[in-house]
T-cell receptor, first 113, second 110 residues
Framework: DTEVTQTPKHLVMGMTNKKSLKCEQHMGHRAMYWYKQKAKKPPELMFV???????INESVPSRFSPECPNSSLLNLHLHALQPEDSALYLCASSPSGEGKTQYFGPGTRLLVL | GEDVEQSLFLSVREGDSSVINCTYTDSSSTYLYWYKQEPGAGLQLLTY?????DMKQDQRLTVLLNKKDKHLSLRIADTQTGDSAIYFCAERASDYKLSFGAGTTVTVRA
């Protein structure tokens, strides 16, 4: 199983809403990532969890709050977002050994109104 | 620092070979990746190569690495309409960070 799954596929939210994005992998990977991708651009790293601990926060605004409940799950909690936060949010995972090749999920397309 | 560059567009006739080029700047040993992104989808890992290799072949895909010139290429043989996508070259910049190129949009015409 080399699959990373993400839910929901699409999400529309208002600027006062609170919502969560979910990501799951069953490959035994111990690193999980959140990326933001704007149209026709490469993904931008937001957060990295390694062994369920936050390792990297790329100066992401606090309206984005990541959570790693266990080694297979990664959440991204959203609150008071802005229209410019509309994007494709990608989750990825990688093994902890040499290479750390990242495998991506299908993404959640978020629209903030 | 890390900086990955690739051409933005490539148009190829169905059945021909496609070659997508990429240059990177990090001189240390590293992994280099090719990802494919179809419209509305996530990134699909196509292949990767470690910087001590010159070439890697996997079915229709051939990766060539010129370490001296820091040049990476992806050749797709017998290009099909399903190969139309954006292709991202990426360099492993650190344990958890990838440095992506801007992406090459490949259009396959009949």
């Amino acid at each position: 199983d080399t699959e990373v799954t993400q839910t929901p596929k699409h999400l529309v939210m208002g600027m006062t809403n609170k919502k969560s994005l979910k990501c799951e992998q069953h490959m035994g990977h111990r690193a999980m990532y959140w990326y933001k991708q704007k149209a026709k651009k490469p993904p931008e790293l937001m957060f990295v969890y390694s062994y369920e601990k936050l390792s990297i926060n790329e100066s992401v605004p606090s309206r984005f709050s990541p959570e790693c409940p266990n080694s297979s799950l990664l959440n991204l909690h959203l609150h008071a977002l802005q229209p410019e936060d509309s994007a494709l949010y990608l989750c990825a995972s990688s093994p902890s050994g040499e290479g750390k090749t990242q495998y991506f999920g299908p993404g959640t397309r978020l629209l903030v109104l | 620092g890390e900086d990955v560059e690739q051409s933005l567009f490539l148009s190829v006739r169905e059945g021909d070979s496609s070659v997508i080029n990429c240059t990177y700047t990090d001189s240390s040993s590293t992994y280099l990746y090719w990802y494919k992104q179809e419209p509305g989808a996530g990134l699909q890992l196509l292949t990767y190569i470690f910087s001590n290799m010159d070439m890697k072949q996997d079915q229709r895909l051939t990766v060539l690495l010129n370490k001296k010139d820091k040049h990476l290429s992806l050749r797709i043989a017998d290009t099909q309409t399903g190969d139309s996508a954006i292709y991202f070259c990426a360099e492993r910049a650190s344990d958890y960070k990838l440095s992506f190129g801007a992406g090459t949009t490949v259009t396959v015409r009949a």
